[in-house]
């Protein structure tokens, strides 16, 4: 029976986990690293009693007899906040930094990884304490409901970590946010229409289980169908749509070792992505001279009299750092003089690019 209860109590983390790491199409996340977000997930429920202990404890001392108020405290800031804030320290700090974070879909499957830790040590507790019926019901309801507050954590997470890569520190402070507390409110309001037991409470859960697993189902398809990089230079010779990020879209985006077709914007100004010391063809035989960034409109006469840059392929990479900048001094592919690519901060380890995810406007 022990083993049959313990099955149970695990089986139903580990689909959902299967099912989220297949979602993941275009780059796998490492097993090692979302073992580890898993485990220390599981380990955030002895943060989680504490704290619940501790603001019950509170409460007590505070409302002498329970009533609504005490139950709506209770459950979205003492319970939604301590079990939530376990699971979002613990994302931060495994994968924030880590460069294995590097697509929009990531954010997903490691906030999930978290919440499922911490969801199959509050199983096991729960079914062995109370048996094979409250496994069950558990398995329906419980272990789901923290995959999905940790789906909606992980669609903002990704978010704020694609604006930091570009410089909105305002739009990476307020998703930061939101991947923090919608968790916590729908886990709160989650748990209070179930502690209730009220009819009306009753009928608000299942509104809220429909409206959560329909939304979670499409932010997982929506975000992984268009998971894109979070950091530059990594898709060689993929055009993107800068306007994810309510930035305007450039003409053309290209990265190093990609012809480019460089379109004439107003009066001889060109949008040009990257131009690099030295000349560079226009496309009409015509060089530019000089040293931009990526995405500088630029204003100049073409110089005639240069000669064509050597296009000689490469295949080590040598990257020197200066004050400011990230200078790639060689790549795999068409060797077309040094790039120049400007960082964002030191906070991100990425660099600033125009790259999209996914828009502000899925979430609405």
């Not at 409110?185 to 409206?211: A, K, Q």
Request: proline share 5%; net charge neutral; hydrophobic share 45%.
């Amino acid at each position: 029976m022990d083993i049959i209860l313990a099955i149970l109590a695990v089986l139903p983390a580990a689909v959902l986990l299967c099912i989220i790491y297949k979602a993941d199409k275009v780059e796998k996340e490492p097993l090692g690293l979302m073992a580890a977000v898993f485990f220390f997930g599981a380990l955030s429920t002895l943060s989680a009693v504490f704290l619940e202990y501790f603001g019950i404890m509170v409460l007590d001392m505070v409302f002498p007899k329970q009533n609504i108020v005490y139950s709506l405290i209770e459950n979205f800031l003492v319970i939604g906040v301590a079990e939530e804030a376990g699971k979002y320290f613990v994302l931060k700090k495994c994968t924030w930094n880590n460069e294995e974070f590097n697509f929009a879909f990531d954010g997903i499957v490691y906030s999930v990884c978290a919440s499922l830790g911490f969801a199959t040590i509050e199983n096991v507790m729960y079914v062995f304490q109370f048996g094979f019926m409250t496994g069950l019901m558990r398995a329906v309801l419980s272990v789901p409901g923290h995959c999905i507050f940790g789906v909606f954590m992980g669609a903002y997470y990704g978010l704020a970590k694609g604006y930091e890569c570009r410089g909105r520190f305002d739009k990476r402070n307020l998703n930061t946010q939101k991947a923090f507390w919608i968790p916590v409110g729908l886990h709160g309001l989650y748990d209070f229409c179930l502690s209730t037991e009220h009819p009306l409470t009753m009928l608000v859960f299942i509104g809220l289980e429909l409206f959560m697993v329909i939304k979670a189902i499409m932010y997982v398809k929506r975000i992984s169908t268009k998971d894109l990089p979070l950091r530059p230079g990594m898709m060689p010779g993929q055009m993107m749509n800068g306007a994810y990020f309510g930035m305007n879209p450039m003409p053309a985006q290209f990265y190093p070792g990609q012809a480019m077709n460089r379109q004439p914007v107003y009066s001889g100004q060109y949008m040009q992505p990257q131009l690099y010391q030295g000349g560079q063809a226009n496309g009409n035989g015509q060089y530019m001279q000089g040293q931009f960034y990526p995405g500088q409109a630029v204003s100049s006469h073409p110089v005639r009299d240069v000669k064509p840059v050597n296009m000689s392929l490469r295949k080590q990479e040598e990257v020197v750092n200066s004050e400011d900048f990230k200078v790639i001094m060689s790549y795999t592919g068409h060797d077309n003089g040094p790039a120049t690519e400007k960082l964002s901060d030191g906070m991100s380890g990425g660099l600033t690019n125009p790259t999209p995810v996914f828009s502000i406007s899925d979430f609405d």
